[in-house]
């Protein structure tokens, strides 16, 4: 059996660390373009909610005005105030499961995260806001939002 020299031995190690090092960028770069990712949907996030809140300065409620092209309602301040608050909220929701699918956040948050959505989606008074805005979310999000009981179900 031959012996091998040192100089093969410190060429192998040295083509290992080369390897190993290109294998740990491809990896930095995979995490960094889904962080740029979940940054570009949070960027829209908040600017529909910058939208919803914009509505709500001028007293204005979104469902109608935007989902409905309905310029003759009435409904309080309060109403108005609440229907806007649970688009935002939707916006959130949708926004965080992003972020869970993305890997940028624990199951623990998630799972608290996913019982918020079973009760925004059970506020009945709000039904007609996930309606209207569900046609826009994912199939993968819309598959949990309906995998709560329906409570309002007539």
Not at 14 to 28: D, P, Y
Not at 129 to 151: G, H, N, W
Request: proline letters at 2%; glycine letters at 4%; one cysteine or more.
């Amino acid at each position: 059996m031959k012996k091998v020299s040192l100089d093969v031995w410190i060429q192998l190690i040295g083509m290992l660390s080369i390897v190993a090092s290109l294998i740990f960028v491809g990896l930095e770069m995979q995490q960094t373009q889904r962080i740029a990712i979940a940054s570009a949907q949070e960027a829209r996030m908040n600017a529909n909610r910058g939208y919803i809140r914009s509505m709500q300065e001028s007293n204005l409620d979104a469902q109608s005005v935007f989902w409905e092209q309905n310029f003759d309602y009435e409904y309080s301040p309060q109403e108005i105030g609440y229907r806007n608050s649970m688009h935002e909220q939707w916006f959130l929701m949708e926004n965080d499961f992003y972020q869970y699918q993305a890997g940028l956040m624990d199951k623990v948050t998630w799972e608290s995260k996913k019982q918020a959505i079973g009760r925004i989606y059970n506020r009945c008074n709000a039904r007609v806001i996930y309606e209207s805005r569900k046609r826009a979310l994912s199939p993968e999000f819309l598959q949990i939002v309906e995998s709560f009981p329906d409570e309002c179900d007539d």
